[in-house]
T-cell receptor, first 112, second 114 residues
Framework: RKEVEQDPGPFNVPEGATVAFNCTYS??????FFWYRQDCRKEPKLLMS???SGNEDGRFTAQLNRASQYISLLIRDSKLSDSATYLC?????????????FGQGTELSVKP | DAGVIQSPRHEVTEMGQEVTLRCKPI?????LFWYRQTMMRGLELLIY????????DSGMPEDRFSAKMPNASFSTLKIQPSEPRDSAVYFC????????????FGPGTRLTVT
């Protein structure tokens, strides 16, 4: 079993749709959580951190459920420019140091 | 800020040859990470450094891979000898104070071993 597992893609949605991605992690000691975005043939870039209380950044909302070891990302009013692969990322150790474990990614394609 | 710089951007080499990938982290960042990305395995951490010292190399696939960081502004990842299964995109990333902070990735080196 992979340490970080994501919904298989691709997700094909029309502009304006709401889409949700899910992610589970296996190590209960994991401390920090993130969503990264990767455009085709580009490097990953941080989209947002995920906090225990949930957090929102414009059209993007991230949720964390530590008890279920589950992370989600909700994108509202999707735009063509949201088309990318979304990577669920977990810091296994936390604190100063540690390393990130990346999920396989979920591909999103937003169509006109 | 120039961001993380990697070279070369593309490398095509024959099996058995030595390959050296280079990375210049963002100035002031004290953590440096090397990743490999393939379709089959996704993004995998190979090794990371803190203040030029290797902290965790458990992701390095085998002895053919080695990484060095002789100073705060330069790191290399070497594969010797290279094999076709090493074909992948290799990313370097840097951050402040470890993985709780955003990691900034370089553009990657696309390696093809024939």
């Amino acid at each position: 079993r992979k340490e970080v597992e994501q919904d298989p893609g691709p997700f094909n949605v029309p502009e304006g749709a709401t889409v949700a991605f899910n992610c589970t992690y296996s190590n209960s000691a994991s401390q920090s959580f993130f969503w990264y975005r990767q455009d085709c043939r580009k490097e990953p870039k941080l989209l947002m951190s995920v906090y225990s209380s949930g957090n929102e950044d414009g059209r993007f909302t991230a949720q964390l459920n530590r008890a279920s070891q589950y992370i989600s990302l909700l994108i509202r009013d999707s735009k063509l420019s949201d088309s990318a692969t979304y990577l669920c990322v977990v810091n296994r150790e936390g604190g100063v140091g540690g390393k990130l474990i990346f999920g396989q990614g979920t591909e999103l394609s937003v169509k006109p | 800020d120039a961001g993380v710089i990697q070279s070369p951007r593309h490398e095509v080499t024959e099996m058995g040859q030595e390959v050296t990938l280079r990375c210049k982290p963002i100035s002031g960042h004290d953590y440096l990470f090397w990743y490999r990305q393939t379709m089959m395995r996704g993004l995998e951490l190979l090794i990371y450094f803190n203040n030029n010292v290797p902290i965790d190399d458990s992701g390095m696939p085998e002895d053919r891979f080695s990484a060095k960081m002789p100073n705060a502004s330069f790191s290399t990842l070497k594969i010797q000898p290279s094999e076709p299964r090493d074909s992948a995109v290799y990313f370097c990333a840097s951050s402040l104070s470890g993985a709780d902070y955003e990691q900034y990735f370089g553009p990657g080196t696309r390696l093809t071993v024939t």
